[in-house]
Structures are given as structure tokens and as C-alpha cells.
């Protein structure tokens, strides 16, 4: 869908500013952006979040885990190896740290964007 590069720190700023519900914002289309720049199907945005209220945040700490390892295939693409970044991701989020995943995330898609056009299949 194109390049949807986003500020972090501002990210950050209005989740604190909006009391997290800025964060859940940011994580549906941090979710959709991801799946976008990996042309890969998977739970929309939306229904992640709907599946994380209903489970109390489990299953956030399910995508987050996720995340981290689609953050390994997107590294993969442009060269850089990370390994097990959905464990770290993991981790930080049981620590009850979510808006820090969401920062290193979009951090990470961000460069992707930097590094390949938009709109271009590398697959």
C-alpha cells in the first residue's frame, strides 16, 4: 500500500497524551503496515486489537511475538540478520512495556521503507 513511514517519538507522545488509545491505534496499522511491506496475509489490524481487549492482553503479547519475527523477515530483505527478535519483543511486553515494541517495530519498518521503495513486490 505504500510507504507509511511514522514519527516514533510522536507516536510515542500521543499515546501518552491520549492515555494509550493512541497506542492502539498505532498498533492496528503498525500490524497492517506490516503485513503490507511483506505482502503476507494475517490477522487485520482491527481483530488484533478486538482479540487483545478480549483476552485481557494475551494475545497482544501473541502479536508482539509475532511482530518481532516478521521485524526478522523484513531485516532479512535488505541483509541485516537479527535472530529471535520476537522473543525480545516477547519479553519486553510481559515486562508491561508494549509502547516500546511498537517504537522498535516501527523503528524497523521505517528503515525498511528508507531502504526499498514503495509499491514494489520483492518477492
Same mark, same amino acid.
Given at each position: 500500500?505504500?510507504?507509511?513511514?511514522?514519527n516514533v517519538?510522536?507516536?510515542? +507522545?500521543?499515546?501518552?497524551?491520549? %492515555? *494509550? /488509545? =493512541? $497506542?492502539? !491505534? @498505532? #498498533?492496528?496499522v503498525?500490524?497492517?503496515?506490516?503485513?503490507?511491506?511483506?505482502?503476507?496475509?494475517?490477522?487485520?489490524?482491527?481483530l488484533?486489537? +478486538?482479540?487483545?481487549?478480549v483476552t %485481557? *492482553? /494475551? =494475545? $497482544?503479547? !501473541? @502479536? #508482539?511475538?509475532?511482530?518481532?519475527?516478521?521485524?526478522d523477515?523484513?531485516?532479512a530483505?535488505?541483509?541485516?540478520?537479527?535472530?529471535n527478535?520476537?522473543l525480545?519483543?516477547?519479553?519486553?511486553?510481559?515486562?508491561g512495556?508494549?509502547?516500546?515494541?511498537?517504537?522498535?517495530a516501527?523503528?524497523?519498518?521505517?528503515?525498511?521503507?528508507?531502504?526499498f521503495?514503495?509499491?514494489y513486490?520483492?518477492?
Open positions: 500500500m505504500g510507504n507509511r513511514e511514522r517519538a510522536l507516536s510515542i +507522545v500521543f499515546t501518552i497524551l491520549t %492515555c *494509550g /488509545i =493512541y $497506542g492502539w !491505534y @498505532w #498498533m492496528v503498525l500490524n497492517d503496515d506490516m503485513l503490507d511491506a511483506l505482502n503476507e496475509d494475517g490477522t487485520s489490524g482491527g488484533v486489537l +478486538v482479540l487483545s481487549l %485481557c *492482553g /494475551i =494475545y $497482544g503479547l !501473541y @502479536w #508482539m511475538y509475532q511482530t518481532g519475527r516478521r521485524v523477515r523484513l531485516n530483505r535488505y541483509g541485516r540478520h537479527t535472530d527478535s520476537g525480545l519483543y516477547l519479553i519486553i511486553g510481559i515486562l512495556l508494549s509502547i516500546v515494541v511498537y517504537g522498535v516501527q523503528n524497523e519498518l521505517n528503515q525498511y521503507y528508507r531502504n521503495p514503495p509499491y513486490d520483492y518477492q
